[in-house]
C-alpha cells in the first residue's frame, strides 16, 4: 500500500511540474504578445498626430515686403478663418502738411487764460480765436526755471503744445522740444514767460515754430 501511494504521489509530483512549465509557457506567450500589440499602438498613434492637420486655434499670417518709409503707416486686413495667409507689398508714406517755419507771440491783446493759479493747476493756457497754447506740469508751478521737456514733464520741466500755430496749415498739433519757461508765482498771480521754444509735429523734425511771449494768471 505505502508503495502504491508513493508511486501515485510521484506521478502526481510530475504531472503538477509539466502543468506548471505548460503555463509558464503560455503566459510568456501572452505577456509577448499584449507587450507587441501596445507598441504598435504607440506607434500608430504617433504617426497619426504628426500627419494630420493641427486642430489648434486659427493661424493668421500677414507678410509684408516692400520698404516702409520713416514716419509711415501700412494698413493690412487679416482674413477670417484657420490658417488664413495674406501678403502686402509696397509702402506707404504720410505727407508733411507744413512746409515753412513760422513765429508765434503769445499775450496781449486778444488771449485770454481760463486756468488760474489759485485753483493749484496744473495747466496754464493761452488761447486766441482757434490757437491754443498750454503748458503743463508735473505739480503745481512755482518760481523758477523749467526746461520744455519732449515728452512728459518732471519736477523742473514742463511741456508745451500748440494748436493751430499761425501760417500753419490748420488742425496740427505742435510739441515743445527745446527752450525754457521761466515762471513767477506770487500770493494772487501767476506769470509763465518764455523765448524761442522751439516746436514740431510729432512725426516730423521740420518745419519748426518758434513760440515767445508770457501767459499770466491773476
Do not use: H
Not at 109 to 120: I, V
Not at 145 to 154: L, S, V
Not at 174 to 185: A, D, E, H, L
Request: proline fraction near 6%; include cysteine.
Amino acid at each position: 500500500m505505502k508503495s502504491r501511494s508513493k508511486s501515485l504521489l510521484f506521478l502526481l509530483y510530475l504531472v503538477m511540474r509539466k502543468l506548471n512549465s505548460s503555463l509558464f509557457f503560455v503566459s510568456a506567450i501572452v505577456i509577448l504578445f499584449f507587450s507587441f500589440c501596445d507598441k504598435k499602438k504607440t506607434n500608430t498613434t504617433t504617426t497619426t498626430s504628426s500627419t494630420e492637420p493641427s486642430t489648434s486655434a486659427p493661424t493668421n499670417t500677414i507678410i509684408i515686403i516692400g520698404t516702409v518709409i520713416p514716419n509711415s503707416t501700412v494698413v493690412a486686413y487679416e482674413q477670417n478663418g484657420p490658417k488664413n495667409n495674406m501678403t502686402v507689398t509696397g509702402s506707404a508714406t504720410i505727407t508733411n502738411p507744413a512746409t515753412q517755419n513760422s513765429s508765434l507771440l503769445v499775450g496781449g491783446a486778444g488771449w485770454s487764460n481760463p486756468s488760474c493759479a489759485s485753483t493749484n493747476s496744473l495747466v496754464l493756457k493761452a488761447i486766441n480765436g482757434n490757437i491754443d497754447v498750454t503748458i503743463n506740469f508735473l505739480f503745481p508751478p512755482t518760481t523758477g526755471t523749467y526746461a520744455i521737456a519732449p515728452n512728459n514733464p518732471g519736477p523742473q520741466a514742463c511741456t508745451m503744445t500748440v494748436l493751430n500755430a499761425p501760417n500753419q496749415p490748420a488742425g496740427i498739433m505742435w510739441y515743445g522740444k527745446t527752450g525754457q519757461v521761466v515762471v513767477n508765482v506770487t500770493a494772487t498771480s501767476i506769470n509763465a514767460t518764455f523765448n524761442g521754444v522751439l516746436c514740431t509735429q510729432q512725426n516730423f523734425n521740420f518745419p519748426t515754430v518758434g513760440v515767445s511771449g508770457n501767459i499770466s494768471c491773476n
